[in-house]
């Protein structure tokens, strides 16, 4: 099992930045693909960022590209989402997913979630 723990989340103005946290703990495997989700209220879960084992290879929902990145640190189990530039639109619950069949954009393509974190974002 593979326990996934985000932190980071909370209250910002339209155009501030947030990093989001994500410790894994468990059976953890580096070369698990790591991704980012978030879900606003009375809408799906949606695809936000991940990234492959090594880093070398991000992907982005095209709603955040040029404002989110996403980044791992290996020795410390850990993945991280900067957020720039954040929107009210960006406001959800921000989750953290682990998977081992390759970088997905749905959330099937993951076997372990994080709890969420709140994002909230002001006008």
């Known amino acids: 099992q593979v326990q996934l723990v985000e932190s980071g989340g909370g209250l910002v103005q339209a155009g501030g930045s947030l990093r989001l946290s994500c410790a894994a703990s468990?059976?953890?495997?580096?070369?698990?693909?790591k991704g980012w989700f978030r879900q606003a209220p009375g809408k799906e879960r949606e695809f936000v960022a991940a990234?492959?084992?090594?880093?070398?290879?991000?992907s982005y929902a095209n709603s955040v590209k040029g404002r989110f990145t996403i980044s791992r640190d290996n020795g410390k189990n850990t993945v991280y989402l900067q957020m720039n530039s954040l929107k009210p639109e960006d406001t959800a619950v921000y989750y953290c997913?682990?998977?081992?069949?390759?970088?997905?954009?749905?959330?099937?393509?993951?076997?372990?979630w994080g709890q969420g974190t709140q994002v909230t974002v002001s006008s």
């Open positions: 468990g059976r953890t495997f580096s070369s698990h693909v």
């Open positions: 990234i492959n084992w090594s880093g070398s290879v991000p």
């Open positions: 997913a682990a998977g081992s069949r390759g970088i997905s954009l749905r959330v099937e393509g993951y076997d372990y």
